[in-house]
C-alpha cells in the first residue's frame, strides 16, 4: 500500500497587504483619488473583504453615507453623484494581487461549475463568486454532495451570505461600498424537513446500490471461481490413491573393543545425511522416472483417458513434461533427527501406486549397494597394491639368496667362516709345537741334524697351509670368489629377505586394517514401513482445496481493490 506524499508548504498565503495594482492602487496607497475603488461585495462586509477601521479613526465612508443620509447632497447643494465601481480587469488584478493558491484557484473553478457558472479563468470564477455573495473556498459538507443535479443551482442560491472569504489586499478596503443586495429567503421548517427527507433517500439509495455493486464483483471474482474450483475437484478431478513407506539407510556397526568413552565417541549406526540425501536425489532424479517408465509403463498409466485433463499426460508428451508430471506425483522428504526417509506414490490404481513404490525402494537398496562398493573398493586399493607389492620383492629377496648359496657353494657363510678359523687355529697349535721341538732340538751342543731338518720342514708345511687358508678367506681362485665377498653377499641378500618380510607382515596388517575400516563404512537399507496398497483415495483433498481458493482469490480481490483505491485517491488529488 502506498500513501499520497505529503510535503510541507511555506508561505502558502499572504499574511499582509499586497502591493495595490493599477491606478486604484497607487490612489489607495497615496491615500488620495477620485474615489475609493469598489471590491465587489456591494455593502455586505465580510470578515477578509478588507482591514476593519481600527477604533478611534473615522471611516472614509462613514461621512459619505451621513452626508447621503442627511440631504443626499454635496456642500454646494448639488446631489452627489454615486462612485463608479471598479471595472472588471481591476477586479481580476485585484483578485491576482491576493496571491492566492493554485488549489483555491481549482477549487473556486469547481464551485462555480457546480452552480452553474462558466467564468472565463480561474480568477474569473473567484470574482463572478464573490459577485453572487458565494465563498469560492468553502468546503462543501456531506448534504451538499448528494443534492441532486437539477436542484444544484437552486440549493446554491440559498446558501448563506455570510461565510468565510479570504485576505483581501489594502485596495479592497478602500474601495467605495455598492449598493446593497436582497437577502435570500430562508426555508421554512416542513420544507427543510422535506430536503432532508429526500436527501436521506437519496443517501440509503446510494448505499443499497454500492451493496449490490460490492455484492456482484464478490460474486463475480470470488464466489464464482471459487465454485468452479470446488466443482473440478468434486466432479472432474481423478482420484489419486497414495502409497506411503518409510526407510532409513544404516552402516554396520562397530566392532571396537574399546569401552568406555570409546564408545561415546563412535558414533552412532546411522548413515551420514549426505548418503541420505543422495538416495533422495536418486529416486527424484529422471533416471528413476526411466526406469519406472520402463518396468510399469509410467507414461501410459497417466496417458489413460480416465485421467482428467489436468492431471492427463498427452501420448506424445515429451520427457520433460512426463518428468514434471512424476515430481508432482511423488514426494520424499528427509528428517535429519530420526534419519528416516519418507516416500509417498500417487497414482489412479492402487496396485500399481504400491508397484511404484516397491520398485523405487529396490532401486534405491541397488544404489546404496553400489554406494558401498565403491568405497570398499577405493579404501582396499592402496592396501592391495602395497601388499601385492611386498610379497613380490620377498620373492625376489628369497630367490637372490638362493643364487648366491648355488653359484658359491655355500650354505652358510658364517659356518665356513668358523670352520677355516678353527682349522687355522688349529695348525697354529701344530706350528708352535714344531718351533718348540725344533727349539728343544738346537738347544744341545751336537743336534741331529735329520731330526732338525724335519722340524723345519713340518714348520714351513704348517705356515704354508695356514698362509692357504687365510688366503682362501679374503682371496679366492681365478674363477671363484672369496669367502669373504660370498658372505658380503650372503649377508646383504639375507638382510634384504628380512627387510621385505617385515614390510610383507607390515603390508598384511595394514590391508587387514583396511578392510575393517570399510566394513565399517558399508552401508545398507532397512525399510522401516512397507509400501501397502490402500483402499481409499487420499487425494484430491476436496474441501481443503476449495477453501484455499477461496482465500487464494479473496487475497487477489483484496490486494486489487486496494491498488484500485490508492490509485484512484492519487489521481483524483
Same mark, same amino acid.
Given at each position: ?470 688366503? !682362501?678367506?679374503?682371496?679366492?681362485? !681365478? ?95
Amino acid at each position: 500500500m502506498t500513501t499520497k506524499p505529503k510535503g510541507k508548504k511555506f508561505r502558502i498565503r499572504r499574511t499582509g497587504p499586497t502591493a495595490p495594482a493599477g491606478e486604484a492602487g497607487r490612489a489607495a496607497a497615496t491615500g488620495g483619488g477620485e474615489g475609493a475603488v469598489d471590491d465587489g461585495f456591494g455593502d455586505v462586509r465580510y470578515p477578509t473583504a478588507g482591514p476593519q477601521t481600527p477604533a478611534g479613526e473615522a471611516d472614509p465612508n462613514a461621512g459619505a453615507q451621513a452626508a447621503t443620509g442627511q440631504a443626499g447632497q454635496d456642500g454646494a447643494g448639488q446631489p452627489q453623484q454615486p462612485a463608479r465601481g471598479p471595472s472588471i480587469e481591476e477586479e481580476l488584478a485585484a483578485i491576482r494581487a491576493e496571491g492566492l493558491t493554485g488549489r483555491q484557484l481549482r477549487m473556486a473553478r469547481r464551485t462555480a461549475q457546480k452552480h452553474g457558472l462558466q467564468p472565463a479563468s480561474d480568477f474569473d470564477a473567484v470574482r463572478v463568486l464573490r459577485r453572487k455573495g458565494i465563498d469560492p473556498f468553502e468546503r462543501s459538507n456531506m448534504l451538499e454532495l448528494v443534492v441532486n443535479d437539477g436542484d444544484k443551482r437552486a440549493d446554491a442560491q440559498r446558501l448563506p451570505a455570510t461565510v468565510r472569504q479570504p485576505q483581501v489586499p489594502a485596495q479592497a478596503a478602500q474601495t467605495a461600498p455598492a449598493p446593497a443586495t436582497a437577502p435570500a429567503p430562508s426555508l421554512d421548517d416542513a420544507a427543510r424537513a422535506q430536503e432532508i427527507l429526500r436527501m436521506q433517500r437519496d443517501i440509503a439509495n446510494r448505499r443499497r446500490k454500492r451493496l449490490l455493486l460490492l455484492a456482484a464483483r464478490l460474486m463475480v471474482f470470488i464466489m464464482l471461481p471459487t465454485l468452479l474450483v470446488g466443482y473440478y475437484y468434486y466432479r472432474v478431478a481423478t482420484p489419486f490413491f497414495a502409497t506411503t513407506s518409510e526407510f532409513q539407510i544404516q552402516k554396520s556397526e562397530s566392532t571396537s573393543p574399546a569401552g568406555g568413552l570409546g564408545g561415546l565417541f563412535g558414533g552412532t549406526s546411522f548413515a551420514t545425511s549426505q548418503e541420505s540425501i543422495a538416495v533422495q536425489s536418486f529416486l527424484e532424479s529422471r533416471e528413476a522416472m526411466l526406469m519406472l517408465d520402463a518396468e510399469f509403463g509410467l507414461r501410459e498409466h497417466f496417458s489413460a483417458p480416465g485421467i482428467d485433463p489436468l492431471n492427463r499426460l498427452a501420448p506424445d508428451a515429451s520427457t520433460e513434461d512426463l518428468y514434471d508430471l512424476y515430481q508432482r506425483n511423488l514426494t520424499i522428504g528427509y528428517d535429519p533427527t530420526e534419519g528416516l526417509i519418507r516416500m509417498e506414490v500417487l497414482a489412479a490404481d492402487p496396485e500399481l501406486s504400491e508397484a511404484f513404490a516397491s520398485a523405487l525402494i529396490r532401486a534405491a537398496e541397488q544404489r546404496v549397494d553400489q554406494m558401498t562398493q565403491r568405497v570398499r573398493e577405493d579404501q582396499m586399493a592402496g592396501a592391495r597394491d602395497s601388499y601385492e607389492a611386498a610379497e613380490e620383492a620377498l620373492a625376489a629377496a628369497q630367490l637372490r639368496v638362493v643364487n648366491l648359496q648355488e653359484q658359491s657353494g655355500v650354505l652358510s657363510s658364517e659356518a665356513e667362516v668358523g670352520a677355516l678359523f678353527n682349522q687355522i687355529s688349529t695348525f697354529e697349535i701344530q706350528l708352535q709345537n714344531e718351533r718348540l721341538r725344533l727349539s728343544e732340538l738346537q738347544s744341545v751342543e751336537r743336534p741331529n741334524e735329520t731330526r732338525v731338518e724335519v722340524a723345519q720342514r713340518n714348520i714351513a708345511r704348517l705356515e704354508a697351509l695356514i698362509g692357504e687358508l687365510r688366503d !682362501s678367506m679374503t682371496e679366492g681362485a !681365478s674363477s671363484e670368489a672369496s669367502l669373504a665377498r660370498i658372505s658380503s653377499e650372503l649377508a646383504v641378500a639375507r638382510a634384504d629377505l628380512e627387510t621385505r618380510q617385515l614390510m610383507l607382515s607390515q603390508a598384511l596388517q595394514q590391508m587387514e586394517t583396511a578392510r575393517i575400516e570399510a566394513d565399517r563404512q558399508s552401508l545398507y537399507l532397512t525399510v522401516s514401513v512397507n509400501p501397502v496398497a490402500p483402499d481409499e483415495a487420499a487425494y484430491p483433498r476436496k474441501l481443503e482445496n476449495t477453501l484455499l481458493a477461496f482465500l487464494i482469490f479473496s487475497g487477489i480481490y483484496l490486494m486489487m481493490s486496494m491498488t484500485a483505491s490508492i490509485l484512484r485517491e492519487q489521481v483524483s488529488a
